[in-house]
């Protein structure tokens, strides 16, 4: 383990993310007065003095060596499980089936709890820790409710997690196996919003849900961060991302923007995709038609596609402010190009997606065959949580010993 002797945390304050309004540093905060996301600042130009990229070579392979960029004052502080960094996988086979050029799938399935809310919730719960907050509460459609669970349950802090009662069975028990503040709600997930929003008020729990706290963007970052030293200091000209409440697509913009401001990359940004389904796709409903923020909420959600199941994010201006700056698009694919892409790719390149992740890979396909992607750029797709939680389909081929084998027709 490398030590953080010497370390000095570099946050300056917080920012609305709407009104540009100041917020201090160090004390729990939840959305601004406007109502709106807040934003972590850092005194950049310090950061620059501080630490080099070669630094980084000297330290653990782990999302902690971007510390000067992360919010957590102390290595006291710091709740992890094994943060490693996660392999950027390339999908050959994929793509040249495709028509299409370099392919990688940044496989966010190898994190602790097996997907990227490992991440934010890492950040996160450290901030907590830091803070002293004892008792949190989260709504979720899945997989982010383990990642919380297991973070709390690491630094000693009560997880109530709600979450819709016909979300898939596996992450249900997975989160139940953490501890018993668990609830499945006969409901939608804005009813588990609302029952996270009165506890919080009538016990005093912390309110951790998406982009109602700032330091889960901050944690996501690290996508971006991570991608840019992988990528040798560049960037991709392309990312395709699952986009729910838009966390990471956020993040990952906040990550690049600073690493320039650190000296770090030049300007030359990746054009974000942000990916949807058809079930359940307000951000690149929004996106057609050039809205700064999604008009009406999705009316009528249907996507087994669970990561995408927001109907209007709370961040909704931010991820399209990304599309738009980065010159990117919205891009929404069925689940049943999903559950076909997951396949094939698995056939093809023998990585097993989650569907989110294969989402991706179906948007980049759809983007090759109207052009808006070229065979000489480079893509990254975003495999968010491990293929595994998800259905594999049936066993079709059982053999009886007993009967003899004819090995000519196997
Ligand atoms: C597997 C998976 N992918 C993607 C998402 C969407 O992530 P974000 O909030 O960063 O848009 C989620 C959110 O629940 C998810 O569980």
């Keep these: 383990m490398d030590s953080w ?53 000297r330290r653990d392979p782990d999302f902690w060596r971007y510390r000067e960029l992360l919010p957590v004052p102390r290595e006291a502080d710091v709740v992890s499980l094994g943060e490693q960094l996660t392999p950027l996988v390339s999908l050959d086979e994929t793509s040249r089936k495709a028509g299409g050029g370099a392919l990688f799938v940044k496989d966010e399935g190898r994190l ?7 991440r934010g919730m890492a950040v996160a719960v450290s901030m907590a820790k830091s803070f002293g907050i004892k008792q949190m509460a989260l709504p979720t459609v899945g997989s982010g409710g383990a990642s919380f669970a297991a973070y709390c349950q690491r ?61 889960r963007i901050e944690g996501k970052k690290t996508m971006g961060l991570e991608l840019a030293e ?19 697509f956020i993040g990952m913009w906040k990550a690049f923007d600073e690493l320039e401001a650190i000296g770090w990359i030049g300007s030359k940004r990746p054009r974000m995709v ?20 999604v008009q009406t909420p999705w009316p009528d959600v249907r996507t087994k596609v669970f990561g995408v199941r927001v109907k209007k994010p709370l961040g909704d201006y931010l991820i399209l402010r990304v599309v738009y700056e980065s010159k990117g698009f919205g891009s929404a694919v069925s689940d049943e190009d999903v559950d076909e892409t997951r396949a094939a790719v698995a056939n093809a390149d023998g990585v097993m ?24 750029e480079r893509a990254v797709v975003f495999n968010t949580a491990i293929g595994l939680r998800s259905p594999m389909g049936t066993v079709k081929n059982y053999i009886d010993p007993q009967k003899g084998v004819d090995y000519a027709t196997l």
């Design 5 to 57: 002797a010497g370390f000095k945390s570099y946050v300056t304050h917080l920012e609305c993310s709407a009104t540009g309004e100041r917020y201090a540093a160090g004390q729990p905060h939840n959305l601004s007065k406007a109502g709106k996301p807040l934003l972590v600042r850092y005194d950049l130009p310090a950061i620059a003095r501080a630490v080099t990229r070669d630094d980084l070579l």
């Design 112 to 118: 602790p709890t097996a997907s990227f809310k490992a």
């Design 155 to 215: 630094a000693g802090i009560d997880a109530y997690v709600f979450c819709p009662d016909d979300s898939p069975p596996v992450t249900m028990s997975e989160i139940a196996f953490y501890g018993d503040k668990f609830f499945a709600v006969k409901g939608a997930l804005e009813d588990c919003n609302r029952l996270v929003a009165e506890g919080c008020e009538q016990r005093g729990w912390f309110n951790i849900s998406t982009l109602k706290e700032p330091y």
């Design 230 to 248: 992988q990528f040798g200091w560049t960037l991709p000209d392309v990312i395709f991302y699952p986009t729910g409440g838009g966390t990471g």
């Design 274 to 293: 942000a990916v949807q389904t058809t079930g359940c796709c307000p951000i690149v409903r929004a996106a057609e038609q050039g809205h700064k923020e």
């Design 353 to 376: 997606l989650s569907p989110e992740g294969a989402a991706c890979v179906a948007a980049y396909r759809q983007a090759l065959k109207d052009g808006k992607v070229t065979k000489d």
